[in-house]
């Protein structure tokens, strides 16, 4: 450590200390060095040129010549480049319109560059790992359209685990099986995504399975969602952060939903994404929600999973900055997607050339190059 960086806010904005007062500005210099010096357990002091430090006073944010449990902070992957600051408490650092102030959200404003004075990056993180599954019918156009994914390397594919469920085993080719799961509405015609009767099936397999355990999130998809796992790595938190923050993603603004009432902004079925904290949470309380949350004719199984998560005590991320799906029904369109955006996920592409037009569309040049490397594996 022990050398001067810069803290940048989502506004372009430096950290400052500014004689003892602490200040957000753009004009860069000596009062805006910082200097990381290690504070034991994963945590650092954030020191100024002036030799005080970073401080939380319940939530207040402060400088402090002291050098003890309040000025202990902990520095994780925000994503994109980005880091969150944070104290052991679980509330962020946050640049609310150029107030240091500090909350319960971990979203764009509470991201942060961290970097050497000659614009170098500071903080390195491994990549993300990702467990990533789906629920499919052992027979018709779901099970062509996960061999087309699995043939391209697409969608849950191109996460570090994946596991695909269905009502009977079924090879997707190369080596790869579906995991059987029985439930009835596997074998309706009906759509099967109205109970959340099966989607607890679902996950009593995945933490029985196990293999959740080894990711830091923790994603579900459909079908026919054309997903980009690269582009969820880059967004999302790191190992640390996903580990210790429970929380989960809004990706719809629909209005004619019957979650909408609930909250303008909120999680649809075609891409789910979970940190492992949410996940161990939810598994925890899984007796508790059958009880108070109860299962019916309206309780689809992402709202279900939300009233879940929320009794459970962890709050939807309900921004969208993310960008995580594009969606006909949550963009109030009836447009069939762009796969030119920059979405993580486009839904919904019920056939296998549909789906292999728009993964095409979004690869654009690459797409050949992706396809050559994954006929060769």
């Not at 989502?10 to 290690?38: A, C, I, M």
């Not at 309706?188 to 080894?214: C, I, P, Q």
């Not at 369109?333 to 050339?353: I, K, L, Q, R, W």
Request: charged share 25%; aromatic share 10%; proline share 2%.
């Amino acid at each position: 450590m022990d050398v001067p960086l810069l803290i940048t806010s989502h506004r372009h904005h430096q950290l400052e200390d500014k004689d003892g007062d602490l200040k957000l500005d753009v004009n860069k210099q000596t009062s805006q060095h910082w200097v990381l010096s290690d504070a034991g357990h994963g945590e650092v002091f954030i020191s100024s040129v002036r030799k005080e430090q970073l401080s939380a006073d319940k939530d207040e944010v402060k400088m402090s010549s002291s050098k003890g449990d309040a000025e202990r902070w902990r520095i994780t992957n925000a994503g994109s480049g980005k880091v969150f600051i944070q104290r052991q408490t679980g509330t962020f650092l946050q640049d609310l319109r150029g107030n240091v102030k500090l909350t319960q959200n971990a979203d764009e404003w509470e991201r942060w560059n961290i970097a050497t004075t000659d614009n170098k990056d500071a903080c390195h993180y491994p990549s993300l790992k990702l467990f990533c599954f789906s629920v499919i019918r052992s027979s018709g156009t779901e099970l062509n359209l996960m061999k087309k994914q699995h043939e391209l390397g697409a969608g849950i594919f191109g996460c570090d685990y994946s596991m695909v469920l269905s009502d009977s085993k079924k090879s997707l080719g190369r080596d790869y099986d579906t995991t059987e799961i029985s439930h009835k509405l596997l074998k309706s015609k009906k759509a099967m995504y109205k109970n959340s009767d099966l989607f607890l099936s679902v996950w009593n397999r995945v933490k029985k399975e196990g293999t959740y355990k080894h990711a830091d999130w923790i994603i579900k998809t459909d079908s026919d969602t054309v997903f980009f796992p690269d582009r969820l790595r880059a967004r999302l938190g790191g190992k640390m952060h996903a580990q210790t923050h429970s929380t989960f993603f809004a990706n719809c603004a629909a209005k004619d939903d019957i979650q909408a009432a609930e909250n303008p902004h909120f999680m649809y079925g075609p891409l789910e994404v979970f940190s492992f904290k949410a996940v161990d949470t939810f598994f925890i309380g899984a007796d508790k929600c059958k009880k108070e949350v109860g299962l019916g004719k309206s309780m689809w199984e992402e709202r279900y999973i939300t009233h879940c998560l929320e009794l459970l005590g962890t709050k939807i991320n309900p921004h969208l900055s993310l960008n995580l799906l594009s969606d006909p029904h949550c963009d109030n369109t009836g447009a069939t997607p762009d796969c030119t955006g920059d979405a993580v996920a486009f839904h919904n592409f019920s056939s296998t050339e549909a789906f292999s037009e728009c993964w095409t569309t979004a690869h654009g040049s690459e797409a050949g190059v992706a396809n050559e490397i994954n006929n060769k594996k």
